[in-house]
Structure formats: C-alpha cells, structure tokens
C-alpha cells in the first residue's frame, strides 16, 4: 500500500504561480510513475502531468510550457509548479502513483481556484 499526502493547493490570481507537492509512504519502493490529474467541476478527471522513475516527463497539451512537474526520489515525493495560470486550470488537483505492479493509488486531492 501507499499513501499520498498533497499540499499546496489554494487561490491565486490569473497570471501567477503556484506549486502542489505531494509525498509518499508506505510501500514506497514499489513506485514507477507519479503523476497529477485534475477535474474541473462537471469535467472528467484528466492528465495533467507524468514523470518516470528515471525523470522522462509528459504534460497535457494545455499545460505544456507553463507546468512543470519534478519529484524527488529520496523524499518521495513529487512536484508540480504551475504558472501562468488560467482561469480554466481551476480544479481539483490529485496527486496519483502507479506501482510497478500496475497498481494506481491516488491522494486525497487539493483545490486549486484561478481567480480572473
């Protein structure tokens, strides 16, 4: 098993930063991917960003370029700094590991509110 613990969530203006981080425990060494999702309100939970094991990214085409996601294996855990933000990235945030047994676990989730 794993536990995820996310912190950081919160309201900012349009335009500025903010950074999620989110650390593990528990089972710790069974972890490859870390991941961020987000669901805005009546919208499917979606892929925000993904980081391997060995540091390969991916991003979400409407992120790219303004997110950037980082972890820290030692720590446990993993990062998402976000700027530039938007209005539309209003969501909540959940920070979501895979195992390398193919298991998903998911954190509790952080409410990020972009205000205009």
């Known amino acids: 098993q794993v536990q995820l613990v996310e912190s950081g969530g919160g309201l900012v203006q349009a335009g500025g930063p903010l950074g999620l981080s989110c650390a593990a425990s528990?089972?710790?060494?069974?972890?490859?991917?870390m991941d961020w999702y987000r669901q805005a309100p009546g919208k499917q939970r979606e892929l925000v960003a993904e980081?391997?094991?060995?540091?390969?990214?991916n991003y979400a085409d409407s992120v790219k370029g303004r997110f950037t996601i980082s972890r820290d294996n030692a720590k446990n855990t993993v990062y998402l700094q976000m700027n530039s933000l938007k209005h539309e990235d209003t969501a909540v945030y959940y920070c979501?590991?895979?195992?390398?047994?193919?298991?998903?676990?998911w954190g509790q989730g952080t409410q990020v509110t972009i205000s205009s």
């Open positions: 979501s590991v895979v195992s390398i047994m193919g298991y998903r676990y």
């Open positions: 528990g089972s710790i060494f069974i972890i490859n991917s």
């Open positions: 980081i391997n094991r060995g540091g390969s990214t």
